[in-house]
């Protein structure tokens, strides 16, 4: 994660002005994009990903005279993600005559065709896609949560440690677990 | 490390496991290196899928739209406290409005020969002669009647 100029801009507002609640108007321009990937990947619903991420961003704009400032913006707003998420998947664990999402591998795979690749190519890897896809969709949320962090997100592990509320070797063993699932999965096919 | 590494070890480096000697037999291991960037190649298709998803189907709300969602919902959380609020003040009157429990018939009965028995003995400790003598204070004259007859006098 490179930080640029304007979040570096934001982190220096929350710090000398926590009452800042109109620049709360830059934070949903810079990040909306990044928390909605996290939670895309994270229910794989296009709906269901704009419903939580305004809600992500309504949780944070009523916080956001508390933020003291001691982690990044950026780190406390997928704070707020995971925890939507995690609320999000625990009320659907209740509604359990509602199917789990599924992803579409043509929508994904769609994205794919653009790319230079020979069709055998495009073919296996859209595959292994798949394969990777619907392994998200049968892991836990942690280990579902530390792997979109550290492999979409490209978070360090610390940085995920923090917007996950556990130690790093927490992270390490989650990350571990997907991983194994996921080789799991591919290996399968 | 003479001989491969399981797939174990690769998911544990993967992981963030990685030692300074599992990284140096990755580096003179063509078939372990081959391996981990297979898995590394998948994971990196698999983040730019997952982005460029996210990419088309995002779209970023108009702010004057997202400020009215954010005011509504702080309007609708002090609507919820005032709710609260006020089944908590029904709440805490709901035993005013209750009727007062009326004590069992044994109970009444008991505390009523209670008071019978009372009353009786205080008019035993108010009578100013033994029960012997009340023959003989009934013959003297009230004191109230030797008052008038001084005044006579």
Known sequence: MQPNATSELLVTNIDNAPAAVPNFDEVVQHYWQRVFRFVLASVRNVNEAECLTQDCFCKAYKAWTRFRGDSSVET?????AVNVVRDFFRNRRLQFWRSAPVVDASEVGCILTDRKLSPETNAVV????????????????????????????????????????ITEGSVKVHLFRAVHAVRKRLGRS | MNTHLTEEQISRYIAGYATAELDRHIVGCAQCSAKLGSLENIIGQFRGSAGDWAGRECRLPDMATLSGVFRRSRTLSLRWVAAAATLAAIAAAFPAFRKPVEPPVAVLEQSRSDEQLLERVNAHLSQSAPASLQPLMEMLPLRSDLKNEGEIR
Request: proline letters at 2%; hydrophobic letters at 55%.
């Open chain 1, 76 to 80: 406390w707003l997928m704070h707020i």
């Open chain 1, 126 to 165: 859209q595959e292994q896609l798949r394969n990777v896809w619907a392994a998200m969709e049968i892991l836990p949320t942690k280990q579902r949560t530390a792997f979109l962090l550290r492999f979409v997100d490209e978070m360090e592990l610390s940085e995920i440690a923090q917007v996950m509320g």
